[in-house]
């Protein structure tokens, strides 16, 4: 991609590491980190849930807790996965300003941390939805990205979705192939189409949509990687081009 007048390859950028958390009954960690190193050409470590050392990770650095069902969605979905080791120590680097990325049940995850406020709940549906959907945000188009889940129906009060809108903490929005939000564009019955937020700080993301399902060239969509160098790579590549 060309920055700055010259052209640079995303691959040769050794741009920010990633650590992926695997739970037990993790699915799509492997799409995680193929997509990371593979696809986006990023420096990848797999972190197990029982271990507890991030002395590898910067705060300039990725901790991403992937789509699942981890510990099997007992109680309630990522209710347990909160209190491993590992997830402990994601905390307390969050709180020290690292970055975290947390998609599907890793964003259930989140907000079950309270790093991220609200809650996922069952689909308005009551049924498990996996098809592709659009989501709008930054980029000023609509981005095709698949979802699925059974728990991705966003809630939060009042006062918090006032926050969110107000401290622009809603970084997708379910949208149709315009990029128009509709009622009929919303998969889930998640309140105001949110789709994925931040937090305060915008070092913690979460979001429903699988955005490492859509980064490679062989599958026909590449609109994921556009999440991933919205949400981090851009940084980056900005003081490249200063």
Known sequence: MPIGGKSVNLRQINIMKFGVVVFPGSNCDRDMIGALREDLGQEVIELWHKDN?????????????PGG?????YLRCGAIAR???MMQET????????????VCNGFQILCESHLLPGVLLRNANQQFVCKNVYISGKEGK???VPIAHGEGRYHADEQTLAALVAN????????DANGELTPEANPNGTLMNIAGI???GRNVFGMMPHPERACSAALGNTDGRIVF???????VLKSINA
């Open 198 to 200: 931040c937090n305060a």
């Open 142 to 144: 609509a981005l095709k």
């Open 69 to 73: 069902f981890s510990y099997g969605d």
């Open 168 to 175: 622009d903490q809603i970084i997708y929005r379910y949208c």
């Open 91 to 102: 905390i307390q680097f969050a709180q020290r300003g690292g970055k975290v990325f947390g």
């Open 229 to 235: 160098e919205t949400l981090f790579l851009n940084t």
């Open 53 to 65: 050392d991030l002395s590898a990770f910067t705060e300039e650095d990725c901790i991403v807790l």
């Open 83 to 85: 209190f491993s080791p």
